[in-house]
């Protein structure tokens, strides 16, 4: 079996791209990009995940005087910390400091008022993963972190105004049929009723590959473990590398417009199939694969599989609650600008959400959870009456139920 250098197999056999897809637009505004970084203090939130470091690495070109991290993974803040000093050439602010800590906590206010104001405040801390969606306690755990704690935490940026707040949203905010992919477009709308007092852009993209807790980097967990894979074999998406992921997010936030929702430029033509990945994965590693019609046939695999240098995988049809087989950024509706920058396109809402229709569906979301025999499905219902693209996909099975 042979070691597969990570970077080099997703230029080739995922985005098909040797530059990241962003680099020009980089070029083209590297001036204003100085300009509003260099010198300036800036405060990451979830800055331990893919995105977030993606985003810092991408911000510390431009050479700020300060960064704050916060995450609640204290591992990957270690791991942060230790990736930017081991870098030989890399930018590190005289003031950098990581926090352990959530951002919806009393402490993160203290340290917060102890360090404003900050310049850029990015805001990667996030539910992100469908699979997250299984019944009402994993929705509301969803919802508090993504929609709650975003509320309050626009609330406490009043008292200190950045020059720039960035907060990520996803690609399934676009029609959305599943619950994470809801509670991001109530965050949108949300952060959208506060452009007038508070310069706020934000992104919808594409998987970001071998991202943490992704099912690609999966894969090198089952491989250095010694387990099977599953994988759907009907499901495509689109795809940026990790460092595009940091860009994206870089140009949304500084070069954005108040209320701007940023997406990559990415032809449909260009989405992936899981299941091919997966076959160019092994291929690349010099291992053949093994389909198997089962998870207990895949795991039963694994006995002989090392000794002949192949590998059991079991591609399966997706069949869980709020899989969307395809992926969009847009709606029909939305207005698109398309020319401003080479590889991103920006939504354009002209107008606002109410902020009262906003908090009248938290409200009521809050009550709801309040009530002891509240369940999934009227969480989903109050959703829908604020929501009116929500049309979720309702299996009765969930990704926990498989490898």
């Known amino acids: 079996m042979n070691f597969i250098d990570i970077p080099s197999f997703i230029n080739t056999h995922i985005t098909k791209r040797d530059v990241s897809m962003f680099q020009s637009d980089i070029d083209n505004f590297k001036t204003q990009l100085t300009s509003e970084i260099a010198s300036k203090s800036v405060l990451v939130i979830g800055g331990a995940g893919t995105i977030g470091s993606s985003f810092i690495k991408a911000l510390l070109k431009f050479k700020p005087a300060k ?56 805001n990667f801390a996030a539910h992100k993963h469908v699979r997250s969606e299984k019944d009402q306690f994993s929705i509301e755990a969803m919802i508090t972190n993504n929609v709650f704690k975003a509320n309050s935490f626009l609330d406490l940026l009043l008292k200190h105004k950045p020059k720039h707040f960035f907060c990520v949203s996803t690609d399934k905010a676009a029609n959305p049929v599943n619950v994470m992919g809801a509670s ?52 495509k998406r689109f795809f940026v590398s990790p460092e595009e992921s940091g860009q994206i997010c870089l140009l949304a936030c500084v070069l954005g417009t108040s209320g701007d929702i ?14 091919d990945i997966t076959l160019n994965f092994f291929k690349t590693m010099g291992v053949k694969v093994i389909q198997c019609n089962s998870d207990e046939e895949a795991r039963q695999g694994m006995e002989t599989c ?15 609650s709020g899989e969307k087989l395809y992926e969009e950024f847009y709606t029909k509706d939305d207005t698109l600008e398309l020319d401003k920058f080479e590889s991103l396109g920006v939504i354009e809402n002209t107008s606002r959400p109410s902020k009262l229709n906003i908090q009248q569906c938290m409200s009521r979301l809050k009550t709801l959870m309040d009530d002891p025999n509240y369940s999934k499905a009227s969480i989903i219902s109050v959703m829908k009456e604020f ?12 990704l926990d139920q498989k490898m």
């Open 184 to 235: 991001k477009k109530l965050m949108e709308e949300l952060i959208l009723s506060y452009t007038d007092q508070i310069k706020i852009t934000t992104a919808r993209f594409a998987n970001v590959a071998f991202s943490n807790g992704s099912l690609l980097a999966g894969y090198i967990d089952r491989i250095f473990k010694k387990q099977p894979i599953s994988c759907p074999e009907d499901v």
């Open 306 to 320: 090392l000794k002949d240098k192949t590998y059991p995988v079991y591609f399966f049809k997706s069949d869980t």
């Open 262 to 275: 940023f997406f990559p430029k990415l032809e449909s033509h260009t989405m992936i199939n899981f299941k």
């Open 67 to 122: 960064l704050i991290v916060v995450d609640t993974n204290e591992n990957g803040l270690t791991e942060l910390t230790r990736d930017l000093r081991s870098e030989h050439g890399q930018y590190i602010p005289s003031t950098f400091l990581t926090y352990p800590m959530n951002f919806g906590d009393s402490v993160f206010e203290k340290m917060f008022l102890k360090h404003a104001p900050f310049d850029i405040v990015a």
């Open 387 to 398: 929501i009116p693209d929500f049309d979720h996909i309702e299996t009765g099975k969930n």
